[in-house]
């Protein structure tokens, strides 16, 4: 059985999800932020639920900015068409989850494959806290004075990533605001300024999801990025946080985190299309 999550079902959507942390960190987040009943915020989400008389099986997100968010274990073909009738006139923006659940619910939606402007499949990893050894490098939080700092350093990442211009559904303006109110996103400084951030994108419980690593355009190759996770995770440990998760973008930032300590535990799908699609009815 599918249904819609309600308020009295959290403490079992959040049992489920912890216990699938890995690639759950979205959705646990935004069910920890939001709640099952946010109609306002891009990141609110409304949850559905499939259950046997077991208890919860799967939990499938859309939200209200256009993101698809699933931990859907053993997911088929004809549950994922249940999704994708749920889904008629929602405008999708894109999906991120366990890679072939993600591959499997995209599979069955009304679009063409050609609306996909992103469709990547990153190894995902994991670190226990404990394990990260101290770190001597210079991080801080970002203040006012980098607000042009961040806006261009967000708008190149998105262009690392394959996104350009409209990669993050909010203005690029709007996001070094919320960096630097947030105080989620570090900054690491070099001898003539900052070299390199690394964010939190996620965080749920004792857990973390690292993000937004980047390394000054004239900086890279230098280790740079391997310094500012490492002070990062150093710090978010004395926070008292148990674990940090990522998926990583490339194989040389996987062998980065690899030497960090981080271990792979599965594969990780991000999805984009442009521009985003109004659902008709399933094909």
């Known amino acids: ?54 208890g919860i099986t799967g939990i499938f997100g859309a939200t209200n900015g256009g993101m698809l968010l699933c931990q859907l274990p053993g997911i088929g073909a004809t549950e994922a068409q249940t999704y994708a009738h749920l889904l008629q006139g929602y405008v999708l923006r894109g999906m991120t989850g366990e890679a072939e659940q993600v591959a499997t619910i995209l599979e069955a939606l009304p679009f063409e494959t050609g609306a996909l402007k992103v469709n990547d499949v990153d190894p995902l990893y994991m670190i226990e806290l404990a394990q990260v050894g101290g770190d001597n490098a210079q991080v801080r939080a970002p203040e006012a004075a980098d607000k042009a700092l961040l806006m261009k350093w967000f708008q190149q990442l998105d262009e690392d990533n394959g996104l350009g211009e409209g990669g993050d559904m909010r203005p690029l303006e709007t996001r070094a605001e919320e960096a630097i109110a947030s105080e989620t996103v570090w900054l690491l400084e070099g001898e003539d300024g900052s070299v390199a951030m690394s964010a939190v994108n996620a965080h749920a419980g004792h857990a973390v999801q690292i993000g937004g690593v980047f390394v000054r355009r004239d900086m890279r190759g230098q280790g740079l990025a391997a310094q500012v996770v490492t002070a990062q995770l150093a710090e978010l440990r004395e926070e008292g946080f148990a674990r940090a998760i990522l998926f990583a973008g490339s194989d040389a930032a996987a062998r980065i985190y690899e030497k960090i300590g981080f271990q792979r535990v599965g594969d990780y799908r991000v999805a984009f299309l442009d521009p985003p699609v109004q659902l008709g009815s399933p094909r």
Do not use: Q, W
């Open 1 to 54: 059985m599918i249904r819609k999550a309600e308020e009295k079902d959290i403490p079992a959507m959040m049992a489920f999800l912890e216990g699938r942390i890995a690639s759950s960190m979205f959705l646990l987040g935004n069910l920890e932020t939001y709640g099952v009943d946010n109609r306002e915020h891009p990141y609110g989400t409304a949850f559905f639920l499939r259950e046997t008389g077991d």
